[in-house]
């Protein structure tokens, strides 16, 4: 006997078997081995490519006090996390104290006091709001980590850049929550990350980068700096810079070995000589180690240009 065909709406997403009642789908077609059982009443499209919030719906349309949370709302987020979660695809997800966890394959449950404020909804899907997972985050994540997250959050770009972007959320919804949530497991980590976060660094590279050379003692290089040409048009963009002594960090990602890029690096380097600056590139070496080489890069150049330790 030919299947019959889905409701358009439950092939394009994760659903419960309450979707499908509604949409008058027999529970029969539900067990079909076109549909994958991944959970108790929860079914996904096989052979469906599905991310993001489409894969993950269902699991809090099943139970309407769930939430997504931790590691879980961090990726709908687009919030940037350490390689060694790559492999962890587990459905995080917070139910209020009173309630149990949920008892499901592939689900870490969480009983979190969660404020209205901190609940939000993404494509109709219920998460923890983006400065509530990063207070979250903090007691997963090492202090570096939890920084470069937060720094994605806060990253915002003006008008004068090629890509202007606004920020997710502020330095102070990020202390807000931390001051409202006093003995949650990972807090100190917060605090001491809340210091550290900066507005305008657009990866975990740039941060472990600002983060070394402040560490070692070194003038912390200023983010969301625009250099102009002489005639005050925006020419450069630096991951980070230091005006005083006019020399510009530039990192390179894997993104930099296209020919396009290193075509684009010759030009901005060109630039960037034009304008009496020097630029310092920056690989993913470099960041490696107790002593990462960008320390030394960063002290060399700070000193040919006049700099002196106090």
């Given amino acids: ?19 499908s009642d509604a949409a008058g789908v027999p529970r029969v077609r539900t067990r079909a081995k076109d549909l994958i059982r991944v959970s108790r009443d929860i079914r996904v499209p096989d052979g469906v490519p599905l991310r993001g919030p489409d894969a993950v719906a269902a699991y809090t349309e ?11 709302a961090a990726r709908l987020w687009g919030i940037p996390l350490p390689p060694r979660q790559d492999g962890d695809w587990r459905i ?40 509530r997972t990063w207070l979250d985050l903090a007691a997963c994540l090492s202090l570096e980590e939890l920084v470069a997250a937060g720094d994605y959050l806060l990253c915002c770009h003006g008008p004068e850049f090629p890509v202007p972007r606004l920020a997710i959320c502020s330095i102070g919804d990020l202390a807000r ?20 976060v900066r507005v305008g660094s657009d ?7 600002r983060l070394a050379v402040v560490a070692a003692g070194l003038p912390e290089p200023e983010l969301n700096v625009v250099v102009k040409d002489q ?26 070995n296209g020919p396009e890029q290193y075509q684009s690096d010759i030009r901005r380097l060109e630039t960037t000589m034009s304008l009496g600056w020097q630029e310092i590139r920056i690989a993913r070496d470099d960041l490696r180690g107790e002593r990462p080489a960008v320390v030394r890069k960063v002290a060399a150049a700070l000193r040919a240009r006049g700099w002196k330790p106090q």
């Fill in 1 to 19: 006997m030919r299947r019959s065909e889905l409701p358009q709406h439950l092939l394009r997403r994760s659903f419960t078997t309450k979707s």
């Fill in 62 to 72: 099943v139970n309407p006090v769930h939430v997504l949370s931790h590691l879980s």
């Fill in 177 to 196: 929550m931390v001051a409202r949530h006093p003995g949650l497991r990972g807090l100190r980590n917060a605090r001491a990350a809340l210091d550290l």
């Fill in 92 to 131: 995080h997800l917070a139910g209020p104290p009173t309630a149990g966890n949920p008892r499901r394959v592939n689900v870490v449950g969480h009983r979190l006091a969660l404020a209205d404020t901190e609940i939000w909804e993404f494509d109709g899907v219920r998460l923890t709001s983006a400065a």
């Fill in 231 to 256: 005639y005050g048009r925006p020419v450069l963009w630096p991951d980070g810079a230091y005006r005083q002594y006019r020399f510009s960090l530039q990192y390179d990602g894997n993104h930099h």
């Fill in 203 to 209: 990866s975990p590279p740039e941060t472990f980068m």
